[in-house]
């Protein structure tokens, strides 16, 4: 079973060994769960949503829906101009 060091500033850092476990990747976040016997869990934090939630942050007001025929167009015109 892995020891870790507790800083000053009360942080520790995990092992690559045990992030591999994990799953966990950089940039990604995790969750630790406090059991009433003071025992932590930690687990991978998987994002709720669906891909239509980031999309729809990707559109700004008062701006035309463009349909996939039009994108490629656009493209294919970008491509022929160089």
Do not use: Y
Request: proline share 6%.
């Amino acid at each position: 079973m892995p020891t870790l060091t507790v800083t000053t500033k009360g942080q520790i850092t995990l092992r690559q060994d045990l992030l591999k476990h994990l799953g966990v990747v950089p940039g990604q976040k995790v969750e630790v769960h406090k059991l009433p016997d003071g025992t932590l869990t930690i687990g991978v934090n998987l994002q709720d949503g669906d891909i239509r939630d980031f999309i729809a942050c990707l559109r700004k007001p008062d701006t035309p829906i463009v349909s996939i025929d039009e994108m490629n167009e656009a493209i294919a015109q970008g491509w022929s101009a160089q």
